[in-house]
């Protein structure tokens, strides 16, 4: 029954109904809260999806089920626990409150799939987490957690996804290895927009060889890129901005072969799990993190389904130095390079146009200097480009794709000139020059043919009346002599 319209009030007929085993009701246009009788009669219940609703109101302190999945809802209150038996808890985008229950891995230690994301949950991850030794997913994601990761998340080996990222997490990066030494098959880690500090430990790139998506961004994390990236084959998101990393970006960025073209990364397991009815039995599916926040274009991209297909790199905002890498020209599968805020020196590589699928380029706020290549108007997909506040210098390539863009996108770079910007080109200005002297010669040239005009015209209606009133004087003259000369006879 998932995406019928059921609602608005719940549905009352369930209540004659018997020997339940699953039920989907997802996204069924549900609101108000879930009657009484309903937890009544549901004992039979194994799986239940109520996800996609504006249902309200407190949840049971157990829910007597294997699979639930209550997510983007309106329900508020403590967390409730699931049974024993559970393997899927999913509760995430509600307004639920509270701390984890500390015991709450003791309890349901069958738990496959746990996502408490977009809740207000408080407090600290707690130690039993690492009870649950058949996890493959957790997405803690968007709360209000503090502490520290606790080391016993090693234990849950079979972890592909590990989400813990916008909340108030704390620690140096040397107590991560204690965390993650045994997470080998982990595919996307995020950890960003915490309180973590410390060097980026140099063996998640040999510890991680499975990563696709590393988010570490907004922390406090220093030091250099020392963590063996091109170890890292399956890489295709790279997050680490605004953190106060330095040194110079190392040339292993361009053995990222997951960059190399762009195409489906297979494997890539997801995080959002849901409950499939197959002949009665609820079947448990990964199907791929729902909702992964990517920053690009200056603004926060969030990608569900196409996960896989976005390949980007963000490293702004850090004190990075050195040239730029041209090392990065040969991940041609790149659709996102932010390197701006940085103090990256060097020149564009003339042969950036090899990023052909780039969609959005952010180089600003560095020392960049040199011309813009001229192959960059080549770029067809490029949507969004920042250089402005560098050291470029020439003429602006004003042809094909990068007449899209307005003179923001350049701003700060003095020496630059050429159509979008004010500044004008010295060649502009001789051409302009040059015509503006062809003009002037146009116009003595047309005030000479003026004045020759005029002596044509005047010698024609001379001749005109030299031709009219010649014979008539000439008559006259010869009556004058004729009577002058009878006169004189």
């Excluded at 246009?29 to 194994?46: A, K, R």
């Excluded at 992964?292 to 130095?321: C, G, H, M, T, W």
């Excluded at 630059?416 to 502009?428: E, I, K, S, T």
């Excluded at 001379?462 to 000369?485: D, K, M, R």
Aim: glycine share 8%; net charge negative; hydrophobic share 40%.
């Amino acid at each position: 029954m998932a995406s019928c319209n059921l609602g608005p009030s719940f549905p009352t007929w369930l209540k004659f109904q018997k020997n339940l085993f699953d039920l989907d009701m997802s996204n069924a246009s549900i609101s108000g809260s879930i009657p009484n009788w309903f937890w009544n009669i549901s004992s039979s219940l194994e799986n239940l999806n109520l996800s996609s609703n504006q249902l309200h109101g407190q949840l049971p302190k157990l829910l007597n089920l294997t699979a639930v999945d209550f997510s983007s809802n309106l329900f508020k209150g403590p967390l409730p626990l699931p049974n024993t038996n559970c393997n899927l808890f999913y509760l995430s985008n509600n307004t639920l409150s509270g701390s984890i229950p500390p015991n709450m891995g003791e309890s349901i230690l069958d738990l496959v799939f746990l996502s408490l994301s977009g809740n207000q949950i408080n407090g600290e991850i707690p130690k039993s987490i690492g009870y649950m030794r058949k996890l493959e997913m957790i997405d803690l994601s968007r709360n209000s957690l503090t502490g520290s990761i606790p080391s016993t998340i090693s234990n849950c080996s079979g972890l592909y996804i590990l989400n813990l990222g916008l909340n108030n997490l704390s620690g140096l990066s040397g107590d991560l290895r204690l965390s993650f030494q045994n997470l080998a098959r982990l595919e996307i880690l995020d950890l960003s927009y915490n309180k973590l500090s410390g060097d980026i430990p140099k063996w998640i790139g040999t510890a991680f060889s499975s990563l696709t998506v590393l988010k570490l961004r907004s922390n406090a994390f220093s030091g250099g890129l020392l963590f063996g990236l091109s170890n890292l084959t399956l890489l295709h998101i790279l997050d680490l901005a605004e953190n106060n990393l330095s040194g110079s970006i190392p040339s292993t960025l361009g053995d990222l072969i997951a960059m190399y073209q762009k195409h489906n990364i297979s494997g890539l397991v997801a995080a959002s799990a849901h409950i499939d009815m197959e002949n009665g039995t609820a079947i448990i599916k990964a199907v791929g993190q729902d909702k992964l926040i990517v920053r690009a274009k200056d603004q926060d991209l969030e990608y569900a389904k196409s996960l896989p297909l976005v390949i980007s790199i963000d490293l702004s905002s850090n004190n990075f130095s050195g040239e730029f890498p041209k090392e990065i020209i040969k991940l041609q599968g790149l659709m996102f390079l932010n390197l701006s805020r940085n103090h990256i020196n060097g020149s564009i590589p003339q042969d950036i146009s090899m990023l052909h699928e780039l969609e959005s380029l952010d180089l600003s706020h560095n020392n960049l200097y040199g011309i813009i290549p001229l192959n960059m108007s080549s770029l067809t997909f490029l949507s969004y480009l920042d250089l402005s506040n560098n050291n470029l210098s020439g003429k602006f390539p004003f042809t094909r794709q990068m007449t899209t863009f307005n003179d923001s996108a350049f701003a700060g770079n003095p020496l630059l000139c050429g159509r979008p910007l004010v500044a004008q080109c010295q060649d502009d200005e001789l051409d302009q020059g040059k015509g503006q002297g062809r003009g002037q010669s146009n116009v003595d040239d047309e005030n000479n043919d003026g004045f020759i005009d005029q002596w044509f015209y005047l010698s024609m209606g001379l001749g005109f009346a030299s031709g009219i009133l010649g014979p008539f004087l000439v008559c006259n003259q010869e009556i004058l002599v004729c009577g002058i000369f009878q006169f004189g006879r």
